[in-house]
């Protein structure tokens, strides 16, 4: 039934491998997000889709590159890893961004761990 | 200086008392504010926003927001062991993007 989600839950690599996060969400939201929260718990913002079309692209390693092959998907690709990289990054989604009642809805989240 | 500071934590409350959260931001643009909670190994759930100045209340919580000051807090009534999660406060803009403080850690022991 769920809202948002993400594969895989956990992810553990070495470095200077790609990889990939994927995300769906099934709730008809128009914009999705990606975060990143370091180990202090920090929780930035790194990207926006809505729609199919990038609004938001914070100052992100272009190493980074998110790719939304319809609304309702939002993948991120990572490539030549580093050991900065390892974070929890989180998916989520909200109604049409512009609302001031733009509540977002994260998905459970991915445990990136670069060796 | 830091866009959204959050008192610094962690903050531990006796059950049943009033826990006080409380966040500052920069950004004057600035045009909603969001409370999120987390539990430890959890994805941030949203528990109130507010974007009018004055309080907003829902059941033990209500949040108050005063624009002028650039200052927005959260009041948990009747605390209890369950609220015991990280507390984020945010920000938001007219395209979407939240900008979150550091997080309080909020422990209500019985």
């Known amino acids: 039934d769920t809202a948002v989600s993400q594969t895989p839950k956990y992810l553990v690599t070495q470095m200077g491998n790609d990889k990939s996060i994927k995300c769906e969400q099934n709730?008809?939201?128009?914009?999705m997000y990606w975060y990143k929260q370091d180990s202090k718990k920090f929780l930035k913002i790194m990207f926006s889709y809505n729609n199919k079309e990038l609004i938001i692209n914070e100052t992100v390693p272009n190493r980074f590159s998110p790719k939304s092959p319809d609304k309702a998907h939002l993948n991120l690709h990572i490539n030549s890893l580093e050991l900065g990289d390892s974070a929890v990054y989180f998916c989520?989604?909200?109604?049409?961004?512009?609302?001031?009642?733009?509540?977002?809805?994260f998905g459970p989240g991915t445990r990136l761990t670069v060796l | 200086q830091k866009e959204v500071e959050q008192n610094s934590g962690p903050l531990s409350v006796p059950e049943g008392a009033i826990a006080s959260l409380n966040c500052t931001y920069s950004?004057?643009?600035?045009?909603?504010f969001f409370w999120y909670r987390q539990y430890s190994g959890k994805s941030p759930e949203l528990i109130m926003f507010i974007y009018s100045n004055g309080d907003k209340e829902d059941g033990r919580f209500t949040a108050q927001l005063n624009k002028a000051s650039q200052y927005v807090s959260l009041l948990i009534r009747d605390s209890q062991p369950s609220d015991s999660a990280t507390y984020l406060c945010a920000f938001g803009t007219s395209y979407g993007k939240l900008t979150f403080g550091q997080g309080t850690i909020l422990t209500v022991h019985p």
């Open positions: 709730l008809g939201h128009d914009t």
């Open positions: 989520a989604s909200s109604h049409l961004a512009g609302r001031v009642d733009n509540e977002q809805f």
């Open positions: 950004d004057r643009g600035s045009q909603s």
